[in-house]
Structure formats: structure tokens, C-alpha cells
């Protein structure tokens, strides 16, 4: 896991700004740690790069497009890796609990999918749930867009009318249906005050 990591060369852009906020903001990890962590895969780095910069071949490797090492992405991060596996398992436990009826109300009842999950879902789905999937979710979809044009009429400057707490909520709501749902928000914020925070 450790050799994966920095031949990965670590965190996405998404994953090592959720580090360093689990180290400046949360009780999760240390400094040290992120040290321990960063120190092989930037000896790693050198060592592709001295290989590179020494040899004629090498140069020419670098001056190819997409060949230049060291940039970490959502395809080679091991947290999005575990968290599209993750995804997976979860979305094909939905659907066999969504066989039965009685959880199908529940679902109809719950917030539902985000759009990055229900396009997963029903690539997995038999017909039968890709239409209950797809119906429910233009309901939603109807619902929402309802809201967002009460919040944005009952802000225009004519109007007197105060927007529901569902109307001043339908834009977060269009924001997380549209890309999802983040992995921060499984962490425990510090509680003391005055805690150190992220510099910048």
C-alpha cells in the first residue's frame, strides 16, 4: 500500500486539501505523520526525475505530453480508488434492498441520490428499478427546480413574500444533486477554541 502511495505520488488535489484540513482543523493526524507520509514519495519523485534528466532517452520521455511524473490524480489516489469501490458496494446493496417494496417508500421518503450516484445506480439497475430509479429522481428534479424559481421571484425587488426554509434551501440542494457528496463531511470537527487553522 505504502509502495502504491508514492509511486502515486499521494493525495489528489481534492484528498491532499482534506489532509491538510484533517491536520489543521481535526483531532485525525499529525504533522508528523503527513511527514512520514510525503517523505518517500518525494524521494520517490527525485529518483524518476534523476532518472529522466540523465539519460537522452529520458529527456525525451519528459518532453512527451502526459509523461512528465509527479502529478497525483483522481485515477491513481488510493482514497478516491477506495472510495469508487466503496461506491460500488454501496450502490449494489441499494438496489437489492430496493427490491422490496416497503424500503422503496422509505427511499421515496429519503433525499435519494446525488446525479454522480444515480447515473451509477442505474447502469447497475434491471429495468424494473431503472424506472423507479429515473421517475423518482424526475420527481425530485421537479420539486427542485419548483423551489429555485420561488427563491429566485420571491427575491426580486417587487415582490413581498418571505421564502420558505425548502425555497432558501433548493440552491445547496441543486449544488450537492449536481457533484455529489464529499468525504469531509465523515469528519469530526475540533470542538476547543482557538485551535490552530490552515494558513491562508
Known sequence: ??????????????????????????????????ARLYET?????????????????GMKVLGRKGNFPGIASTETCLVC????????????ALL???DEERHRTDYVHSDGLCNPHLALSVQKAEPDMKRFLLEDHERRMEGLQKRLSELKRKYSYDANETPTPDER???????WRFTGVAWEELLIKRQEPGHRRRPG
Open 96 to 98: 437489492r434492498i430496493l
Open 169 to 175: 434551501a433548493s440552491w445547496t440542494e441543486a449544488l
Open 1 to 34: 500500500m505504502r509502495h502504491r502511495f508514492d509511486e502515486s505520488f499521494g493525495f489528489c488535489y481534492d484528498h491532499g486539501q482534506l489532509a491538510a484540513e484533517i491536520v489543521f482543523e481535526r483531532e485525525m493526524m499529525s504533522e508528523s505523520a503527513m
Open 41 to 57: 514519495v518525494v524521494m520517490t519523485y527525485r529518483e524518476k526525475l534523476e532518472g529522466l534528466s540523465r539519460t537522452k532517452q
Open 81 to 92: 480508488e477506495a472510495s469508487r469501490q466503496a461506491v460500488t458496494g454501496y450502490i449494489g
